[in-house]
């Protein structure tokens, strides 16, 4: 039995409009199950846990991931023991919890992050003084 045009340009525009919506859902899903942000402190109860390196409190704050860590000297020792619990960017595989391209919310350190800001701050002003 033939299709009107009229009938063919309906189902052409349903059909078109129903895989859109089913491609914008799985491209919705995908981003939130690849790339959407791990909560890491979900699993937490009780009060706020305290920084082994600083003994404050913690709070829990979103932190990007992203970068590669190689060519970055002692970074990773420096900061594992000065100021672990930063709340700037994280590299991939900085700690043991940081999940690879995927942003995390996890307990941030004030001083700990106070601490990162003043290492990159003289990293940078190191870096400077070598170029003149
Ligand atoms: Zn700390």
Not at 62 to 79: A, D, F, K, L, T
Not at 115 to 126: E, R, S
């Amino acid at each position: 039995m033939p299709l009107s045009k009229c009938t063919r340009l309906v189902l052409f525009v349903f059909g078109t409009g129903r895989s859109l919506v089913l491609w914008s859902c799985l491209i919705s899903f995908m981003f939130l199950i690849g790339c959407g942000t791990l909560d890491l402190t979900k699993e937490h109860t009780g009060p706020a846990p305290i920084c082994d390196i600083h003994k404050c409190e913690m709070h829990p704050e979103r932190i990007s991931v992203g970068g590669e860590i190689v060519y970055m000297g002692n970074y990773w020792e420096i900061c594992r023991t000065q100021f672990p619990h930063h709340g700037g960017n994280r590299y991939h595989g900085e700690t043991e919890k940081t999940p690879y391209g995927r942003n995390v919310i996890d307990y941030v350190c004030p001083e700990c992050d106070k601490a990162y800001h003043l290492y990159w701050k003289n990293t940078q002003k190191v870096n400077t003084e070598k170029e003149k």
